[in-house]
T-cell receptor
Framework: QQQVKQSPQSLIVQKGGISIINCAYE??????FPWYQQFPGKGPALLIA?????SEKKEGRFTISFNKSAKQFSLHIMDSQPGDSATYFC???????????FGDGTTLTVKP | SQTIHQWPATLVQPVGSPLSLECTVE??????LYWYRQAAGRGLQLLFY??????ISSEVPQNLSASRPQDRQFILSSKKLLLSDSGFYLC????????????FGSGTRLTVV
């Protein structure tokens, strides 16, 4: 199974709140899990990524939590800001496979 | 540093006309290259990817084709555009020898009229 399931499809959060986006995968051969942020009219940009040998990675307000046994990973945005309003994509990659499998995206709106 | 160039930024083409979108990467060698299409408000649909010169894998049977004439050049083409070809086309590259993230270009907004 190559599918990556992402939820929710859309998310509205108040400024200062925590935004949480979840992804699940089936193929245990995936070994790299990036998150991308896309603003309207722009290409997605790599935000943060994790490998399955760690359970958490934090960069500033952005944290990836990874649960290898459950085959799930999530993005947490702490102290969410209106500037974080964007579409977020999770992905899963296999070494030497030549391509990533993307989730369908989550549109985040942070209300001031 | 590595950069990716994609052009044009916007394009309006009549149905039945040809298409050529070009993408080039600088600052790296032997990258994996990708073409994605994104419909309005939708996810990323992989169209083609390439792990080397002349090596093209097609993900979706369609009206489009891709070529990689040089190591860091990736071209998306069509002989005759359809209305359904409208969308946001994104080129991306990744490191060729290990699992890594993608660097996307700025995209081309194609409208077929």
């Amino acid at each position: 199974q190559q599918q990556v399931k992402q939820s929710p499809q859309s998310l509205i959060v108040q400024k200062g709140g925590i935004s949480i986006i979840n992804c699940a995968y089936e193929n245990t051969a995936f070994d790299y899990f990036p998150w991308y942020q896309q603003f309207p009219g722009k290409g997605p940009a790599l935000l943060i990524a994790i490998r399955p040998d760690v359970s958490e990675k934090k960069e500033g307000r952005f944290t990836i939590s990874f649960n290898k046994s459950a085959k799930q990973f999530s993005l947490h945005i702490m102290d969410s800001q209106p500037g974080d309003s964007a579409t977020y994509f999770c992905a899963a990659t296999m070494q030497f496979a030549g391509k990533s499998t993307f989730g369908d995206g989550t549109t985040l709106t942070v209300k001031p | 540093s590595q950069t990716i160039h994609q052009w044009p930024a916007t394009l309006v083409q009549p149905v039945g006309s040809p298409l050529s979108l070009e993408c080039t990467v600088e600052g790296t060698s032997n990258p994996n290259l990708y073409w994605y299409r994104q419909a309005a408000g939708r996810g990323l649909q992989l169209l083609f990817y390439s792990v080397g010169i002349g090596q093209i894998s097609s993900e979706v049977p369609q009206n489009l084709s891709a070529s990689r004439p040089q190591d860091r050049q990736f071209i998306l083409s069509s002989k005759k555009l359809l209305l359904s070809d409208s969308g946001f086309y994104l080129c991306a590259w990744s490191v060729g020898d290990r699992a890594s993230g993608y660097t996307f270009g700025s995209g081309t907004r194609l409208t077929v009229v």
